[in-house]
């Protein structure tokens, strides 16, 4: 069974910093792409930030220089870092966890807040 258990979400002022982990089990964790991606109230989810199995990464343009995605292939997690938060960065932050060419091999997590005040 493949969990994706993500913590680090809160209330930070803008200009702040927070920082997401993702915490993987039931997967062969080092041959996935793991992802951060975000909703916020009324609009669609969206990817934030991304890392493939062999460390490529790539980040929404919103995030770039702001935000940065790191993955341990030994502890199983994926942390995003995120620096100089906007108000507009306010969202629930969803892990994604994906298998290049195996379209039925896609996980999320349950979400964490993250609310940025201006």
């Known amino acids: 069974q493949v969990q994706l258990v993500e913590s680090g979400g809160g209330l930070v002022q803008a200009g702040g910093s927070l920082r997401l982990s993702c915490a993987a089990s039931?997967?062969?964790?080092?041959?996935?792409?793991m992802g951060w991606y975000r909703q916020a109230p009324g609009k669609q989810r969206e990817l934030v930030a991304a890392?493939?199995?062999?460390?490529?990464?790539n980040y929404a343009d919103s995030v770039k220089g702001r935000f940065t995605i790191s993955r341990d292939n030994a502890k199983n997690t994926v942390d995003l870092e995120m620096n100089s938060l906007k108000p507009e960065d306010t969202a629930v932050y969803y892990c994604?966890?994906?298998?290049?060419?195996?379209?039925?091999?896609?996980?999320w997590g349950q979400g964490t807040q993250v609310t940025v005040s201006s």
């Open positions: 994604n966890t994906n298998r290049l060419g195996f379209p039925g091999e896609n996980y």
């Open positions: 039931g997967i062969r964790f080092m041959i996935y792409t």
């Open positions: 890392i493939s199995s062999d460390g490529h990464t």
